[in-house]
């Protein structure tokens, strides 16, 4: 991680330059798909799960279902940040390194993604100062809604293009076949 990938999560502009400057793209990838991960346990967890678990289980009280989906969703976030980088590691343990660098390179450029990104951590991070597992929970929640809601409704329709996006691409196919071989 650089301090171009730390600018550019929290929305600070970066230039192209800085954003190609990707010395560690393992470390970078795998903390994406660490918070993918821990996001779809968490809502996985307490929205899907617990709902279900109350449905068919009961006691079907409000309480009962508040309980669970805290439990379960305090968990699937647990389950996803042990999960993300061992299935992260076995999906491209096998790719070239200028596969991984392109897919890092090209989700820096993706901004609906970075938001999301940013606001998990911000989310996570005041919900769980204030309220420890419980409140980062909410707070994770809270920002993948806020982000969903702001990508769909307020960001650009149009997603810029990564400047290097057709050269690496290039390169990624020739590294594959040279794999190959």
């Known amino acids: ?17 800085e954003l190609e400057n990707i010395p560690h793209p393992n470390v970078e ?20 799960a617990a ?3 109350t449905a068919i289980g009961g006691p079907r009280t409000l309480s009962d279902l508040a309980d669970r ?3 379960y969703g305090v968990t699937g976030a647990r389950v996803g940040a042990v999960a993300a980088p061992l299935v992260t590691y076995a ?7 200028i ?12 901004s609906n993604q970075v938001r999301h990104d940013r606001y998990f951590l911000i989310g996570a991070s005041i919900g769980g100062a204030s309220n420890g597992p419980a409140g980062a929970l909410v707070g ?8 969903t809601a702001y990508n769909s409704l307020l960001a650009g329709r149009e997603r810029g293009e990564a400047p ?12 594959k076949r040279q794999q190959s071989i």
């Open 140 to 147: 994770i929640l809270g920002g993948i809604a806020l982000a």
């Open 51 to 53: 709902p279900l678990v």
């Open 1 to 17: 991680m650089t301090s171009a990938y730390l600018k550019n999560l929290m929305g600070v502009p970066v230039t192209d330059e």
């Open 164 to 175: 290097l996006s057709d050269q690496l691409k290039s390169k990624v196919q020739a590294a």
């Open 91 to 97: 999906a491209m343990r096998k790719e070239p390194d």
């Open 99 to 110: 596969a991984v660098y392109d897919r890092v390179y090209r989700l820096r450029y993706h």
């Open 29 to 48: 990838l795998t903390l994406h798909t660490t918070v993918r991960f821990i996001q779809a346990g968490a809502v996985l967890g307490s929205l899907v």
């Open 69 to 71: 989906a805290l439990r």
